[in-house]
């Protein structure tokens, strides 16, 4: 591999990555708070269409983002209210998200197919650090959803761990009894974080549509939700491991891509199994890890909680 | 303090009827909220209705696709309730149907260039299709049973990667040479189709899901195995105690489910679309998974249930045909398992009181529709 390669699959590696990396975090809050949200993959569908619609009605890509995470929030609205205050299946209700989201996008969006979003999210070669060789290509000419993320992380890990907001965000997952004996609302919690996941994936949705593909396409996430949701349990509900899970499935991503614009003699068919295998190596590999033995799911993931049935 | 006039009750006890008629009424709830959305989003809902409705009941001929279209619905959906009710969350109907497909036309190939009768290639494809779907799930099974492995993910990711397979095989060595470049499979000859029963695309494929349903009945009520599902959809942890082999179970359960994925595929190419290609699913392996909850894993309401997605399924082509996006049908599809999910649960849980007849004293511990909000 010559080093100009592996800069360009570096490159794509961050671009690809993020937009896995950001529904992830966002299933990370979810999941966190005791809501499996398995409606990912529809939200990210329903964001990157109303922000591809906007862009192309306005031609502004901040209105676009907005219009991006708002729609994907209605659809983690009626997410939250199912299975928060109507206390339905976890598992199903995500699955009808999904469906939603995809026949929703399909149907709307028929009109849109094909043409190229107007205002794309600019690049920004941050003033001397981009110069550095192989870093300034690879971390400092990039976009501004991607500068975010960089600074989320973190920022999201310390929240987690440091921060008393963050500390009963993890009590409501793991024991939600004991949080509301505490004082801590649950539910008002819970549909707070199911909001900010679909925000998230909303972000991660429009990042496709308007600078990944450019474009709208039907079911253009193409299992990306789902990835995101099998990233979360790679990096066990720890954002940083996440972004390590998000950048290594880009890598695999954009190195199949590569190897595919090289004209490799492997069918593309093989190549595009590639991110899919990985995600399942991953997520059964680090089932088994000591890591997940001792962190684990948070205790009260998939379960409603109701005051009355407390015990 | 006074007793409000109008009272939400918890219910304990819920007879079948009952359950039906909630599960009808979300139903309609759904298509109603579904005219709201065609409306708002400037396609004409009536014009919509018409045409799914024609298009599914209106004669014989939309009797024939409706019950054709419900055919790989119904199949795959008693698989996906067997996973169901012992917990295991197969969501991969979608590639295990594409996989047994895949092998039916393997077998085909093999079997028409021998020249192989009907009763013996038919027969021959169904059983690779079992095989090969149940294989697709055993892997995941594998992973759940013996490492804790999350299968939903894995099962998912799996349906990405059938499909691209099948589509190497079609885009490449399985082409048909007289094809015109289109990815399909040669035909299939007539040997390896199933007879069509009726005008339109009914097949003698039908009697599948029937069949299944009658023997999964007969196993649920009758047999150890039927018994230990039962035990371990109702209680996991009193079915562990009760020395039940849960991995062996989860393990079946992948296995059956995968299997009757992989047979659906088969039905198909060899009933309705009579070649192998990347297209020979309407997301079947993803509705059907709505069918079997919907059932409430129930065999005989997963076949009425499967005629209703059928109608949808079906609704979503005639629906084009009238310039309104297919995906109209999927989108209805999913409004309605929210409204059966959301009204479906809440009207199943609770009764509206007027007036308070007796002192608020929860008796038992209240009971949704079993094993349905675990």
Not at chain 1, 225 to 254: E, H, K, Q, S, T
Not at chain 2, 28 to 49: E, M, N, Q, R
Not at chain 2, 256 to 274: K, L, P, R, T
Request: some cysteine; charged content about 10%; hydrophobic content about 55%.
């Amino acid at each position: 591999m010559t080093p100009e390669l592996f800069v360009t699959i570096c490159v794509a590696a961050i671009v690809s990555g993020t937009s896995i990396l950001w529904p992830a975090l966002g299933e990370v809050l979810a999941e966190r708070s005791g809501v499996l949200n398995l409606g990912v993959e529809g939200m990210m569908l329903m964001g990157a269409l109303f922000g591809y619609v906007v862009d192309v009605d306005t031609s502004n890509i901040w209105l676009a983002m907005l219009a991006a995470i708002l729609a994907a929030m209605v659809l983690a609205l009626i997410h939250a209210f199912l299975t928060i205050s109507l206390r339905a299946n976890q598992i199903v209700t995500g699955l009808a998200a999904t469906l939603f989201g995809s026949g929703f996008t399909a149907f709307v969006g028929k009109p849109f197919v094909g043409a190229v979003a107007p205002a794309l999210l600019p690049r920004i070669e941050i003033p001397g650090l981009s110069t550095i060789p192989f870093f300034g290509q690879v971390l400092f000419s990039e976009d501004p959803v991607v500068y975010a993320s960089f600074i989320l992380v973190p920022l999201m890990a310390y929240f987690i761990y440091r921060t008393r907001p963050g500390l009963n965000l993890r009590a409501i997952g793991e024991s939600p009894a004991t949080a509301d004996a505490m004082g801590v609302s649950v539910q008002a919690r819970r549909y707070l974080y199911v909001l900010i996941g679909g925000a998230m994936a909303g972000v991660g949705g429009a990042y496709l549509s308007l600078f990944y593909t450019p474009t709208w396409i039907e079911g253009m996430t193409a299992g990306r939700g789902w990835i995101a949701v099998g990233l979360v349990v790679f990096g066990v509900w720890d954002p940083w491991r996440v972004m390590a899970g998000a950048y290594l499935f880009g890598f695999v991503d954009g190195f199949q891509l590569r190897l595919q614009a090289l004209g490799s003699t492997i069918p593309s068919f093989f190549l595009n199994m590639l991110p899919y295998l990985f995600i399942i190596l991953v997520v059964a590999v680090s089932s088994g890890e000591k890591l997940q033995r001792k962190l684990g799911v948070p205790t009260a993931l998939g379960k409603p909680y109701w005051r009355e049935e407390r015990t | 303090m006074r007793a409000p006039l109008i009272t939400l009750e918890r219910r304990t006890d819920l007879s079948l009827g009952r359950r039906a008629g909630i599960l009808a009424l979300a139903v309609v709830a759904g298509l109603l909220f579904g005219a709201l959305l065609i409306w708002l989003t400037g396609y004409d809902p009536v014009k919509a209705y018409t045409a799914i409705f024609g298009g599914s009941f209106g004669g014989g001929y939309a009797l024939s696709q409706m019950l054709a279209a419900s055919i790989p619905l119904a199949t795959i959906a008693l698989g996906t309730a067997v996973a169901f009710r012992v917990r295991i969350w197969n969501i991969g109907g979608e590639g295990q149907f594409y996989m047994g497909a895949f092998a039916a036309t393997g077998v085909e190939l093999a079997g028409a260039a021998g020249r192989w009768p009907g009763f013996l290639l038919i027969p021959a494809m169904i059983a690779s299709g079992f095989v090969m779907g149940a294989l697709w799930a055993a892997f995941p099974g594998w992973l759940r049973a013996y490492f804790g492995v999350n299968e939903i993910i894995t099962t998912l990711m799996l349906n990405y990667v059938a499909i691209l397979w099948v589509n190497y095989l079609v885009y490449g060595p399985w082409k048909d040479p007289a094809g015109h470049n289109f990815p399909f499979s040669p035909r299939f000859p007539g040997s390896a189709t199933f007879p069509r029963l009726w005008e339109g695309q009914l097949h003698a494929g039908l009697f599948v899901p029937i069949l299944a349903a009658i023997v999964f009945v007969f196993v649920l009520s009758r047999t150890q195995w039927g018994y230990e599902l039962r035990v371990i959809g109702e209680n996991p942890t009193a079915a562990h105690y009760a020395g039940i082999n849960i991995r062996r179970n989860i393990m079946l359960a992948m296995l059956v489910s995968g299997g009757m994925a992989g047979i659906a595929g088969m039905v198909q190419v060899s009933g309705v679309v009579h070649v192998l290609s990347g297209q020979i699913s309407t997301n079947y392996g993803y509705t059907a998974i709505i069918v079997a909850w919907l059932g409430q894993l129930h065999p005989m309401a997963i076949l009425v249930v499967s005629m209703l997605f059928g109608a949808l399924v079906n609704g979503g082509f005639a629906v084009s045909q009238v310039g309104i996006p297919q995906a109209l049908g999927f989108l209805l599809q999913g409004i309605i398992l929210f409204f059966v999910l959301g009204m479906g649960d809440l009207l199943s849980r609770y009764r509206v009181v007027v007036g308070r007849r007796e002192p608020l004293v929860a008796s038992t511990p209240p009971e949704a529709a079993p094993s349905m909000t675990a």
